[in-house]
């Protein structure tokens, strides 16, 4: 499953907004209140009405859909007199292109208040794409999309002190359940990780999707070597090393930061192996889908939202992601990837990934007034007054003095071979001077 296009018409803050998307990876930003955590939501919408179509045939996923509100819809406040009036609009309407089961379609749907939010026909095509899932969902060949939608609220917490139980065989479905809610839930996790490694005791064997999951989870988390359900805790343990610190640290200990990658990756993984338990220890690789995460900084510290980016997109190749993010860290980490789309909000549009300082991504892309440059502009200001020094040099000195000079700038330009704007300035004064001093 991939969405390709989105469209919004009197959804919330939105009187009409169209958005496209990266097949791989999306990055929202905009200031607060520019619609990030609401474009995510109105995916997510969509995305619920390929879940209608499961619903619709078995009792599974009954209580998982996405609720539609009156607060959805637009509104405005206008001046009546001496009072003020809120008045939505008649009905908001959501469009989205993409692909799902290997096939285009396009669907939308409206929201309504009058008919107490009917919703139209026009999603029959997404619906259909569902329903055709579940005709054939015994079939070895066919493969699930995984869904999750990660919001501000995802905590990943113990979930009480009550003994986790093990789950008795379901449906492939169950992978989709609560897929759309924001906020975190770990007790389905936490039971077909502890049903599994069970599993793998009692009959002895090695359990593909399970050591999948515990591949996903190590190579997401910097400084992991070794997770798994621990029977005497009842609960997820991970070995790893933290400030050169070799550790054991079960699942509730461990700081927000670790809990909040480790509980969502293991999540994602969790609901590929539910979905698609026949593709064994490929089940991670071989899953395509589409994940939904607001605040993909959270609770990171800025060292790791510098690979998480990276991590997220070699763990799950076939996923389609979109983020939201006001950390200049995980932008400045977009730099180099063709499979990245950076959409400014309030510029309505992608915006190119520069090579740039985070004070240069602060001030100009998000705004933010730097009165102090960062040391490695200082650096860069300080390499162009030398190298300016040198190329005056040039002209008058002889044929051995100018290549000792010529090897003094390419020198001064290598520390900031990553930053080809400033190179290539450079090195056009050097050609202009060269070209006079053949002249």
Same mark, same amino acid.
């Given at each position: 499953?991939?969405?390709?296009?989105?469209?919004?018409?009197?959804?919330?803050?939105?009187?009409?907004?169209?958005?496209?998307?990266?097949?791989?990876?999306?990055?929202?930003?905009?200031?607060?209140? #520019? %619609?990030? =955590?609401? +474009?995510?939501?109105?995916?997510?919408?969509?995305?619920?009405?390929?879940?209608?179509?499961?619903?619709? *045939?078995?009792?599974?996923?009954?209580?998982?859909?996405?609720?539609?509100?009156?607060?959805? +819809?637009?509104?405005?406040?206008?001046?009546? %007199?001496?009072?003020?009036?809120?008045?939505?609009?008649?009905?908001?309407?959501?469009?989205?292109? %993409?692909?799902?089961?290997?096939?285009? +379609?396009?669907?939308?749907? #409206?929201?309504?208040?009058?008919? @107490?939010?009917?919703?139209? *026909?026009?999603?029959?095509? +997404?619906?259909?794409?569902?329903?055709?899932?579940?005709?054939?969902?015994?079939?070895?060949?066919?493969?699930?999309?995984?869904?999750?939608?990660?919001?501000?609220?995802?905590?990943?917490?113990?979930?009480?002190?009550?003994?986790?139980?093990?789950?008795?065989?379901? !449906?492939?479905?169950?992978?989709?359940?609560?897929?759309?809610?924001?906020?975190?839930?770990?007790?389905?996790?936490?039971?077909?990780?502890? =049903?599994?490694?069970? /599993?793998?005791?009692?009959?002895?064997?090695?359990?593909?999707?399970?050591? /999948?999951?515990?591949?996903?989870?190590? !190579?997401?988390?910097?400084?992991?070597?070794?997770?798994?359900?621990?029977?005497?805790?009842? $609960?997820?343990?991970?070995?790893?090393?933290?400030?050169?610190? =070799?550790?054991?640290?079960?699942?509730?200990?461990? #700081?927000?930061?670790?809990?909040?990658?480790?509980?969502?990756?293991?999540?994602?993984?969790?609901?590929? /192996? =539910?979905?698609? @338990?026949?593709?064994?220890? *490929?089940?991670?690789?071989?899953?395509?889908?589409?994940?939904?995460?607001?605040?993909?900084?959270?609770?990171?510290?800025?060292?790791?939202?510098?690979?998480?980016?990276?991590?997220?997109?070699?763990?799950?190749?076939?996923?389609?992601?979109?983020?939201?993010?006001? !950390? @200049?860290?995980?932008?400045?980490?977009?730099?180099?990837?063709?499979?990245?789309?950076?959409?400014?909000? $309030?510029?309505?549009?992608?915006?190119?990934?520069?090579?740039?300082?985070?004070?240069?991504?602060?001030?100009?892309?998000? %705004?933010?007034?730097?009165?102090?440059?960062?040391?490695?502009?200082? *650096?860069? $200001?300080?390499?162009?007054?030398?190298?300016?020094?040198?190329?005056?040099?040039?002209?008058?000195?002889?044929?051995?003095?100018?290549?000792?000079?010529?090897?003094?700038?390419?020198?001064?330009?290598?520390?900031?071979?990553?930053?080809?704007?400033?190179?290539?300035?450079?090195?056009?004064?050097?050609?202009?001077?060269?070209?006079?001093?053949?002249?």
């Amino acid at each position: 499953m991939q969405i390709k296009k989105l469209g919004l018409t009197n959804f919330r803050c939105f009187e009409r907004y169209d958005l496209e998307l990266s097949d791989r990876f999306t990055l929202l930003i905009g200031d607060n209140g #520019s %619609g990030k =955590t609401c +474009i995510l939501d109105a995916l997510a919408s969509a995305i619920s009405e390929f879940l209608e179509g499961f619903s619709s *045939d078995c009792n599974i996923l009954d209580n998982d859909k996405r609720p539609r509100q009156k607060d959805d +819809i637009r509104y405005e406040l206008l001046k009546f %007199g001496q009072d003020t009036k809120k008045e939505h609009r008649a009905s908001a309407l959501l469009s989205a292109e %993409g692909i799902v089961d290997n096939e285009e +379609i396009g669907w939308f749907f #409206s929201i309504k208040l009058i008919e @107490p939010f009917k919703l139209t *026909d026009t999603v029959a095509s +997404i619906r259909r794409i569902a329903y055709r899932y579940v005709g054939k969902i015994t079939e070895q060949d066919t493969l699930l999309p995984v869904i999750g939608y990660y919001g501000t609220g995802r905590l990943w917490k113990k979930i009480d002190d009550r003994e986790v139980n093990t789950l008795s065989p379901n !449906s492939r479905l169950v992978g989709y359940r609560n897929c759309l809610n924001p906020a975190s839930n770990l007790e389905q996790l936490f039971r077909w990780f502890k =049903t599994q490694e069970l /599993a793998a005791l009692q009959k002895q064997e090695r359990r593909h999707a399970l050591e /999948a999951v515990r591949e996903a989870i190590i !190579s997401m988390v910097p400084g992991s070597q070794r997770v798994w359900w621990d029977i005497d805790w009842d $609960e997820i343990l991970i070995e790893i090393t933290i400030q050169e610190k =070799t550790q054991t640290i079960p699942f509730h200990l461990l #700081s927000d930061g670790y809990r909040n990658m480790i509980g969502m990756v293991a999540d994602i993984a969790y609901r590929m /192996a =539910t979905l698609n @338990p026949q593709l064994e220890a *490929d089940v991670i690789k071989k899953t395509k889908g589409i994940v939904l995460i607001d605040e993909i900084d959270l609770h990171l510290h800025p060292k790791w939202q510098r690979q998480v980016v990276e991590r997220l997109l070699n763990t799950f190749p076939k996923v389609q992601f979109v983020a939201t993010s006001h !950390s @200049p860290f995980i932008i400045q980490s977009l730099y180099h990837r063709d499979d990245v789309l950076l959409w400014d909000l $309030e510029k309505a549009g992608p915006v190119e990934v520069d090579s740039k300082s985070i004070e240069d991504i602060a001030e100009n892309q998000q %705004g933010v007034e730097i009165p102090q440059q960062s040391q490695r502009f200082l *650096d860069m $200001e300080k390499a162009a007054e030398a190298y300016y020094t040198v190329l005056k040099q040039l002209p008058p000195a002889s044929e051995e003095e100018k290549q000792r000079l010529k090897q003094r700038l390419d020198e001064l330009l290598l520390p900031y071979s990553d930053d080809p704007a400033f190179q290539a300035f450079l090195k056009m004064e050097r050609q202009a001077v060269e070209d006079n001093a053949k002249g």
